[in-house]
């Protein structure tokens, strides 16, 4: 049974930056893929961003593109999720998530991911 804990959010204002990260306890982290969703209020959650098990794969929301970086370091078990030109709608809270894929596809459905972290809340002011 992995564990994952989300870091790093906080308040900042458009047009800046944050560094999510998800620290995962196991030995087993390298061999998942790996996810971030976020959930606005009053909305459903949505895709961000994925990465396959080695990160040679990543996926990105439309909305993110070009915005947000998803990249992992399997040697400290810990995925992160650089966020720049951060804008009033990415407010939201922010979570990790274990893929149910081991290949070099990434998932974007939730039913496609399994153990979840907790999140971390983010907010962007104007």
């Known amino acids: 049974q992995v564990e994952l804990v989300e870091s790093g959010g906080g308040l900042v204002q458009v047009g800046g930056s944050l560094r999510l990260s998800c620290a995962a306890s196991?030995?087993?982290?390298?061999?998942?893929?790996m996810g971030w969703f976020r959930q606005a209020p009053g909305q459903e959650r949505e895709f961000v961003a994925g990465i396959s098990w080695n990160g040679s794969n990543t996926k990105y929301a439309d909305s993110v593109k070009g915005r947000f970086t998803i990249s992992r370091d399997n040697g400290e078990n810990t995925v992160y999720l650089q966020m720049y030109n951060l804008r009033f709608e990415d407010t939201a809270i922010y979570s990790c998530?274990?893929?149910?894929?081991?290949?070099?596809?990434?998932?974007?459905?939730?039913?496609?991911?399994?153990?979840w972290g907790q999140g971390t809340q983010v907010t962007v002011s104007s």
């Open positions: 998530a274990v893929g149910n894929s081991w290949g070099p596809i990434v998932r974007i459905r939730e039913v496609d991911y399994g153990t």
């Open positions: 196991g030995r087993h982290f390298s061999y998942y893929n």
